[in-house]
């Protein structure tokens, strides 16, 4: 791996030899490997942390207010003070306490969402892959539409009518996301439904049931996971733009993407109140696309080897 | 002939899916919740909230009510607004200039960046290069677009100075809007070119141009790129309606005049005939686009026969 001249176009770029043979995995690659689920797992461990236990990390109660001490800068800079390590916002709450219960809110939302979402969607697939028919078109129909559609714009007019409530934002999360797990099930349904061990269950008596749950399900679950923790991150980036909005959770519950828009006014004298939450959503998404990716990258001869059907 | 037939096929088709989107925005909105009771001022006693619906029709039955939807839309009827109490489309039209010249140049900025560097991470495969863009890609693609867009506005806005943070005017108020839109387009658009290209490279017709001794820029600008790049196209053009549409995030942060952003003001002061009008019309911009698309897309590869891949 020799350092390439980024500089010099004009030196003819060598076509590496490599690219025409069979692909292997980059030290790049195998690094990768073991960093990506590394980092995964990090903010994993602190999201659960801040979901179950804020009050143990937390310093300080995420709504309570003191107005003497508004727009404290953090620890490090003049003026800051080790009782609010990440400083204070507007109304003088702690930004680092805001921000671990924030994770809370962010985290079960988008969890529930995708959860349900996912349920229904890959229920969808799997049955719709399986039976084919009337269903199956009717369903790919419907995953189109919804895909075709700018969901947030459908989002926002649900949100401005229905009422700005956790139940209602969770519903119109989960409905952003089944699509996505029925294409993926359904196709892959389509494929597994023609193998032989299908056939051998249908000839030894199973039910549709039984063969969808315990043989079509067990086969599709590592796409499922990949698609998870691809919705995930998704549904995050979802749930804080609609809070940002002023669309999501409501005050007093914190919530990441709803103190960005409350301390947006206060960019120009206190970036700490905007830098430090969405630095947590964008770990928490990096996180799962990270861990997506690496997924996706394990499996990844897996599944080809056996859609070639060896 | 063939190609008239084609066209007319489409043109129905788009007005299939208009139609489609138009009633499916009438469902959302009248099935969740009493839009009378968004109008209403908090101390409406029941008379006045029996008047508002009897004034926005909502009185009548569902059926009447969607198809006076219908036949309005069809004119570019779309009520009159409570806030600006002049016709909705009108107070929209103003704004639709500021949102596309937003979306454009967010987009022209994703394609003049995004290729190249893909194509340089796809033939640079497995180096630091790659290894650094790919890197650089994921990031890119975690970070919501409104908090980019706040800390830019802190960097070059306020540390430095060097850029206006909000409103529109002059090419410098369109940069850091345009630059923020176009982030997740971007990486995006370097990853599909990148893996794009890497398929054609692999391909039995790159082998044989490099076996009659064809050197590496002839074999990739002659040969590879028009291939890898017919799904870079059809991304690109997808991706049009999705900064169309995303502009809503964008435009509030940076207080761009656009149609996102009316929506949203006009969310949080209850002009529910706006709300209404903005998102059939955003929808409405979407599908068109997308339409559009596809219909370039089958233009360049004639080999697709069905809609898209």
């Given at each position: 791996?020799?350092?390439?001249?980024?500089?010099?176009?004009?030196?003819?770029?060598?076509?590496?030899?490599?690219?025409?043979?069979?692909?292997?995995?980059?030290?790049?690659?195998?690094?990768?490997?073991?960093?990506?689920?590394?980092?995964?797992?990090?903010?994993?461990?602190?999201?659960?942390?801040?979901?179950?236990?804020?009050?143990?990390?937390?310093?300080?109660?995420?709504?309570?207010?003191?107005?003497?001490?508004?727009?404290?800068?953090?620890?490090?800079?003049?003026?800051?003070?080790?009782?609010?390590?990440?400083?204070?916002?507007?109304?003088?709450?702690?930004?680092?306490?805001?921000?671990?219960?924030?994770?809370?809110?962010?985290?079960?939302?988008?969890?529930?969402?995708?959860?349900?979402?996912?349920?229904?969607?890959?229920?969808?697939?799997?049955?719709?892959?399986?039976?084919?028919?009337?269903?199956?078109?009717?369903?790919?129909?419907?995953?189109?539409?919804?895909?075709?559609?700018?969901?947030?714009?459908?989002?926002?007019?649900?949100?401005?009518?229905?009422?700005?409530?956790?139940?209602?934002?969770?519903?119109?999360?989960?409905?952003?996301?089944?699509?996505?797990?029925?294409?993926?099930?359904?196709?892959?349904?389509?494929?597994?439904?023609?193998?032989?061990?299908?056939?051998?269950?249908?000839?030894?008596?199973?039910?549709?049931?039984?063969?969808?749950?315990?043989?079509?399900?067990?086969?599709?679950?590592?796409?499922?996971?990949?698609?998870?923790?691809?919705?995930?991150?998704?549904?995050?980036?979802?749930?804080?733009?609609?809070?940002?909005?002023?669309?999501?959770?409501?005050?007093?519950?914190?919530?990441?993407?709803?103190?960005?828009?409350?301390?947006?006014?206060?960019?120009?004298?206190?970036?700490?109140?905007?830098?430090?939450?969405?630095?947590?959503?964008?770990?928490?998404?990096?996180?799962?696309?990270?861990?997506?990716?690496?997924?996706?990258?394990?499996?990844?001869?897996?599944?080809?080897?056996?859609?070639?059907?060896? | 002939?063939?190609?008239?037939?084609?066209?007319?096929?489409?043109?129905?088709?788009?007005?299939?899916?208009?139609?489609?989107?138009?009633?499916?925005?009438?469902?959302?909105?009248?099935?969740?919740?009493?839009?009378?009771?968004?109008?209403?001022?908090?101390?409406?006693?029941?008379?006045?909230?029996?008047?508002?619906?009897?004034?926005l029709g909502l009185d009548r039955p569902m059926a009447a009510q969607y198809v006076e939807f219908l036949k309005k839309l069809a004119v570019g009827d779309l009520a009159q607004s409570f806030r600006y109490r002049r016709p909705a489309l009108e107070v929209l039209g103003e704004r639709v200039g500021a949102t596309v010249q937003l979306a454009l140049a967010?987009?022209?900025?994703?394609?003049?960046?995004?290729?190249?560097?893909?194509?340089?991470?796809?033939?640079?495969?497995?180096?630091?290069?790659?290894?650094?863009?790919?890197?650089?890609?994921?990031?890119?693609?975690?970070?919501?677009?409104?908090?980019?867009?706040?800390?830019?506005?802190?960097?070059?806005?306020?540390?430095?100075?060097?850029?206006?943070?909000?409103?529109?005017?002059?090419?410098?108020?369109?940069?850091?809007?345009?630059?923020?839109?176009?982030?997740?387009?971007?990486?995006?658009?370097?990853?599909?070119?990148?893996?794009?290209?890497?398929?054609?490279?692999?391909?039995?017709?790159?082998?044989?141009?490099?076996?009659?001794?064809?050197?590496?820029?002839?074999?990739?600008?002659?040969?590879?790129?028009?291939?890898?790049?017919?799904?870079?196209?059809?991304?690109?053009?997808?991706?049009?309606?999705?900064?169309?549409?995303?502009?809503?995030?964008?435009?509030?942060?940076?207080?761009?005049?656009?149609?996102?952003?009316?929506?949203?003001?006009?969310?949080?002061?209850?002009?529910?005939?706006?709300?209404?009008?903005?998102?059939?019309?955003?929808?409405?911009?979407?599908?068109?686009?997308?339409?559009?698309?596809?219909?370039?897309?089958?233009?360049?590869?004639?080999?697709?026969?069905?809609?898209?891949?």
């Amino acid at each position: 791996m020799s350092p390439v001249e980024v500089s010099a176009p004009a030196r003819p770029v060598e076509m590496p030899a490599r690219v025409l043979v069979v692909p292997r995995r980059s030290h790049a690659g195998r690094r990768g490997l073991v960093l990506k689920p590394a980092f995964g797992l990090l903010v994993g461990v602190l999201l659960s942390l801040c979901t179950l236990v804020p009050g143990e990390i937390a310093p300080t109660s995420p709504t309570d207010q003191d107005l003497a001490a508004r727009l404290r800068p953090p620890v490090w800079m003049d003026g800051g003070s080790a009782r609010h390590p990440l400083g204070t916002d507007s109304l003088g709450r702690d930004v680092c306490s805001r921000v671990i219960y924030g994770a809370r809110t962010t985290f079960l939302v988008a969890l529930v969402a995708t959860l349900v979402g996912g349920a229904a969607g890959a229920a969808l697939g799997l049955f719709s892959g399986y039976h084919g028919g009337l269903v199956e078109e009717l369903v790919r129909k419907l995953v189109d539409m919804q895909l075709a559609f700018p969901y947030l714009l459908l989002a926002i007019s649900v949100l401005a009518v229905a009422g700005r409530s956790v139940p209602v934002l969770v519903t119109v999360l989960a409905l952003s996301s089944w699509p996505a797990f029925a294409r993926i099930v359904r196709g892959e349904v389509l494929s597994l439904r023609e193998r032989q061990f299908i056939e051998g269950a249908r000839a030894i008596g199973c039910r549709d049931l039984r063969i969808l749950l315990a043989h079509l399900l067990p086969s599709v679950s590592a796409s499922l996971c990949v698609v998870w923790s691809f919705d995930l991150a998704r549904v995050v980036v979802l749930e804080s733009s609609l809070s940002f909005l002023g669309l999501g959770v409501q005050p007093p519950t914190p919530s990441w993407g709803m103190d960005l828009s409350d301390s947006r006014q206060f960019l120009q004298i206190a970036y700490w109140t905007v830098l430090f939450p969405g630095l947590a959503i964008s770990l928490v998404v990096l996180a799962a696309n990270l861990v997506g990716d690496w997924v996706r990258d394990v499996l990844d001869p897996i599944v080809k080897r056996s859609r070639a059907g060896v | 002939m063939r190609r008239l037939g084609q066209i007319a096929w489409a043109l129905g088709h788009l007005l299939v899916v208009m139609l489609g989107t138009a009633s499916l925005v009438f469902v959302v909105l009248r099935c969740s919740g009493d839009p009378a009771m968004m109008v209403a001022p908090p101390q409406a006693t029941l008379d006045d909230l029996q008047a508002i619906r009897r004034e926005l029709g909502l009185d009548r039955p569902m059926a009447a009510q969607y198809v006076e939807f219908l036949k309005k839309l069809a004119v570019g009827d779309l009520a009159q607004s409570f806030r600006y109490r002049r016709p909705a489309l009108e107070v929209l039209g103003e704004r639709v200039g500021a949102t596309v010249q937003l979306a454009l140049a967010a987009q022209l900025l994703a394609i003049v960046v995004a290729i190249p560097l893909g194509i340089l991470s796809a033939i640079r495969r497995d180096t630091w290069l790659d290894a650094g863009l790919t890197g650089f890609v994921t990031l890119a693609q975690s970070i919501p677009h409104f908090w980019l867009g706040l800390m830019a506005m802190v960097v070059f806005g306020v540390y430095l100075g060097w850029l206006p943070t909000s409103g529109r005017g002059g090419w410098s108020n369109l940069i850091l809007p345009a630059v923020t839109l176009s982030s997740y387009s971007m990486a995006s658009l370097t990853r599909l070119t990148r893996s794009s290209v890497l398929e054609v490279l692999s391909a039995d017709y790159i082998r044989t141009a490099r076996a009659k001794g064809l050197g590496a820029w002839p074999i990739l600008f002659k040969h590879a790129l028009k291939n890898a790049l017919i799904p870079v196209v059809t991304l690109t053009g997808l991706q049009l309606g999705v900064l169309l549409s995303g502009a809503v995030v964008v435009e509030t942060v940076f207080a761009w005049p656009g149609i996102g952003r009316l929506t949203i003001e006009a969310i949080h002061t209850r002009d529910y005939p706006l709300v209404q009008a903005g998102v059939v019309f955003l929808a409405l911009l979407f599908v068109v686009v997308n339409q559009g698309v596809d219909l370039c897309y089958r233009w360049l590869d004639p080999r697709t026969i069905g809609p898209g891949r």
